[in-house]
Every structure is written in C-alpha cells, then in structure tokens.
C-alpha cells in the first residue's frame, strides 16, 4: 500500500503539512508506504491548454509534473494538503491540479485509465482556512472533488478546519492532530 502525501502549502512546517504528515505517520503506523512531494519544492508550468495532450495523454511540458504523475500512478492512496488561499486551493496545488489536464485527456479523450491502471485508489483531502466561514472550503472541496473524479480516485474524506491562520497554530486545537492520524490509519485500512 503506497501512500501518496502531497503537501500544497508553501510554508513549511505550516498547518496543513502538519496534519499530512500526521495523516502520514497513521498510515505508516498501518504498514503503508509513505511518501510526501512538497509542490513549493517543485517547478511546474501552469497549464498552456495546448492539448497535444489529447494525442498521447502526456504533457509535453518536461517539467517536475513528470515526476508527479509517476508518483500518482505509482499510489494507492493520494492525501491532498492545502491552505485555504483566497477561498480557493493554493496557487501551488491549483497549478498542480490543472496539469491533471493531460490525465482528464487519457480518460476522456483516449478512453484509458487516468492513472494507468484500474486498481482502486482512495483519496484524502487536508484543507485549513484562518476565517470562520460557514461556506470557506465549498471552493476547495469542488476543485478537489472534481481533480479525484477525473483520476478515478475514490473521495475517502476530509480534514478540515477553520480559524487556524497563524504558523503551526494547528497544534493548539483539542484533536485535530489525533484525528489526522487516525484518518491516515482508516485510509489504509478501509
Ligand atoms: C495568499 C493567502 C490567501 C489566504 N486566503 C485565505 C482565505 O481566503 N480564507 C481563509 O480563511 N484564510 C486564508 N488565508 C490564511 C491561510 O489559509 C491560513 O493561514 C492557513 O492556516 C495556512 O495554512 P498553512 O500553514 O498550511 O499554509 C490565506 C493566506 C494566504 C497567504
């Protein structure tokens, strides 16, 4: 079982790579195989919308999103982590997200597995906003909902909270960090 963290969040040790990587241990603590990509660290294009994806289902861009796509084939479950950021995703996941552009053309266009294969993949989804909103992860959760149903990656939940807003303030909610481990745990098992 190989567990796919992907941290979106440029501030490093923040409150979302917090939570993954506590989500992380849960799943290791299962015997999963984890592995985080922090986005930050990565170069990766916005998509260009050229689609010379729709004839290979490849990017033609050979950039570090290369390296993410082998690693979303490779995974068995995919935990998206990210900051609320003008009540989206972070500019880093939402480039991240549209390059998955060249994996809707596999599905849709090709008529192939988005992810080169059919086994079943779940995925989790991290988000923290520092505003109490009733309605501030709808924008995230419809982005991430719509990016796990193109890769066929089934929606196995969420962890999400809100009025978190200072560096590792995450640390001082009752059990957020508990629940994430848990969550890492029942990923691997279910
Ligand atoms: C550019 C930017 C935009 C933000 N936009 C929002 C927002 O729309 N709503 C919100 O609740 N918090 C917003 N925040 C606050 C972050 O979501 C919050 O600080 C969060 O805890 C950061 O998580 P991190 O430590 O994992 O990066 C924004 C922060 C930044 C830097």
Redesign the pocket.
């Known amino acids: 079982m190989r567990v796919l963290g992907i941290a979106?969040?440029?501030?490093r040790?923040?409150?979302?790579?917090?939570?993954l990587a506590e989500v992380l241990k849960g799943a290791a603590a299962k015997g999963a195989e984890v592995k985080t990509i922090v986005l930050n660290d990565l170069k990766i294009s916005p998509c260009q919308h050229c689609d010379a994806c729709f004839e290979v289902g490849v990017c033609r861009f050979d950039d570090d999103m290369q390296m993410v796509y082998k690693e979303l084939e490779k995974a068995d479950r995919i935990v998206l982590?990210?900051?609320?950021?003008?009540?989206?995703v972070?500019a880093q996941a939402k480039i991240m997200i549209d390059r998955c552009q060249a994996l809707w053309a596999r599905k849709y266009i090709l008529k192939i597995p988005p992810l080169g294969d059919r086994r079943p993949r779940k995925g989790l989804f991290i988000?923290?906003?520092?505003?109490?909103?009733a309605n501030?992860f709808e924008p995230s959760l419809a982005i991430v909902g719509a990016l796990f149903k193109v890769l066929d990656i089934e929606y196995a939940g969420d962890l999400l909270?809100?009025?978190?807003?200072?560096?590792?303030?995450?640390k001082k909610h009752p059990d957020a960090l508990k629940q994430a481990f848990i969550a890492g745990q029942k990923l691997v098992e279910d």
């Open positions: 979106g969040s440029p501030r040790g923040g409150n979302t790579d917090l939570l982590a990210s900051p609320v950021q003008f009540m989206g972070s988000a923290v906003g520092g505003m109490k909103l501030l909270f809100r009025g978190v807003d200072e560096k590792g303030a995450i």
